[in-house]
């Protein structure tokens, strides 16, 4: 065994941690594809499309077919895979670089904060190769005959409104869904996993098998539920804003401050909410648990905060 705890920490660790990523948010996201479609739609169209979840899949199925539910699936298995290797990658370097610097005893205490700011910084650098991918896939589902494809949907939209204006219009949105998303996350994940190991006895660092799975599942659900509610208004605004016309011809913010206005902010609180929950707390459960799996395929034993003394 190596004298240095830390160096096994090294390039080939943090490219099985972003590989895993990836995948797990590719996956994860592109199975959600047609929940993600019928969220979307009774986001930018509720009036049409208020007939709740189990509804709005009926309207999407009747008018375009089952096709219809895997509008936007290319940029969104694309996107997501190129956004969880950085979020998730992004949350293993900066977290074990804070850990590295602060010491055993001083990163055991301040754990919950060191998983708060690793994954406001992942998540910064995973939204700027989102962004345009997101924006790609909104406009898919909001306009179904606007391109036949990812590559023609990203040439029209920087051909008709610039690289700015048509892959970034909701860049500010987009960080302000993601970032405070990821953060309780990644802390609520954490902070669970650790209370449902104390009630069975254990820890994070000595779970094993059908059991590590299980916290995995479990502490999952209850981060992605949370996370769900805190970034629900800024999730409403993002589909909005890259919606043709929405919020008036001047900046992105006046753009948003128009389009809140227009909505209200109990609206963009609970308008597609139960969607979203379901959506979320099932997509992250099964994050968590493929990021898990593919560790351990790949053979890399996953970083855990521990109490100094307890191993």
């Known amino acids: 065994m190596s004298a240095d705890p830390w160096a096994r920490f090294n390039v080939e660790y943090f490219t099985k941690a972003s590989l895993a990523g990836g995948i797990c948010c590719s996956v994860t996201h592109a199975a959600m594809c047609p929940v993600d479609v019928v969220k979307t739609r009774i986001q930018l169209d509720p009036v049409k499309y208020n007939r709740g979840l189990i509804g709005g899949f009926s309207q999407v199925v009747a008018e375009e077919g089952m096709a219809g539910l895997a509008t936007g699936l290319a940029p969104t298995a694309i996107g997501y895979f190129v956004q969880g290797w950085f979020k998730f990658g992004g949350v293993e370097f900066f977290k074990i670089q804070f850990a590295k610097a602060l010491g055993e005893q001083k990163s055991w205490e301040h754990r919950n904060s060191i998983y708060l700011a690793s994954a406001a910084i992942a998540e910064f650098i995973a939204d700027v190769f989102l962004c345009p991918l997101e924006a790609t896939r909104i406009r898919l589902v909001s306009q179904p005959d606007f391109a036949p494809s990812l590559p023609s949907a990203a040439a029209r939209l920087i051909k008709e409104e610039g690289v700015l204006r048509g892959f970034y219009s909701g860049f500010g949105p987009i960080c302000f869904k993601q970032i405070p998303y990821t953060m309780a996350k990644f802390a609520v994940q954490g902070a669970a996993a650790e209370q449902i190991c104390a009630s069975i006895g254990t820890t994070t660092a000595e779970l094993k098998g059908n059991t590590k799975l ?61 969607a979203r929950c379901v959506m979320i707390g099932s997509l992250t459960a099964f994050q968590f648990l493929l990021f898990d799996i593919v560790m351990d395929v790949t053979g890399a034993e996953k970083f855990h905060f521990h109490a100094p003394g307890s191993h």
Do not use: C, Q, Y
Not at 230 to 243: E, F, G, R, Y
């Open 214 to 274: 299980g916290v995995a599942l479990g502490s999952g659900v209850i981060a992605g539920v949370v996370a769900a509610i805190i970034s629900h208004p800024a999730d409403t605004l993002l589909s909005k804003v890259n919606k043709a016309g929405a919020g008036g011809t001047g900046s992105i913010p006046s753009r948003l401050m128009n389009i809140a206005k227009e909505i209200g902010f109990v609206k963009l609180a609970t308008v597609g909410l139960g």
